[in-house]
């Protein structure tokens, strides 16, 4: 469903735009994301709405079925990519887990603020966007995600979560649409 009105109190939630997410192979450009998201950052700190950066730093406790890897990451993994423009007035999440919600303080500093809905953007569609996206609309945010300004390592899983997902949760449009709602 298109992108029908922003509540006076959103947020721009920006999902793990970072160094060494961004550097992975992806099915849409990184860059257009990272672009995309920037120039929405940019507009909601120019109406005085908040934007909160989430990155993560680790994985959560458990089995998982995938490859265990002993490399390092690189020291600057986890930063925020700069062309994101962080100001002292973004709120920045970190998070250990796929959901920008789960054990961290992302709802508090949401509620704190009276926000009543989020945009989302980021990497990757299926995981980090479509978790924040599910614990939103399960906290009662009304939900939006930015079609152009995700994407996922796998095209196939992008497009389910794009095509099936979120228009379950909310609504979905371009960045030029959400821009015009702005105002």
Known sequence: MSATILDEKTA???VDLQKGIVGLPTA???????????TLAAA???????????????????????PASSARPADDWADLVPELGRQDSDIVV???????????D????????????VVLTGIATSIGVESTARFA??????????TDAVTD????SHRNSVENIFPRLGETDTTDAVLKLLG
Do not use: C
């Open 28 to 38: 849409h450009p990184a860059a257009d994301v990272v672009e995309r998201s920037a």
């Open 44 to 66: 909601f700190r120019a109406k005085g709405l908040p934007v909160v950066l989430v990155r993560v730093t680790g994985g959560a406790p458990g089995r998982t079925e995938g």
């Open 94 to 104: 970190t998070k250990l887990t796929w959901g920008a919600f789960y054990g961290t």
């Open 137 to 146: 609309s399960e906290y009662g945010y009304n939900v939006t995600v930015v």
């Open 106 to 117: 992302l709802d508090l500093q949401l509620r704190r603020r009276g926000i009543t809905q």
């Open 153 to 156: 390592m796998n095209e196939e």
């Open 12 to 14: 721009l939630v920006v």
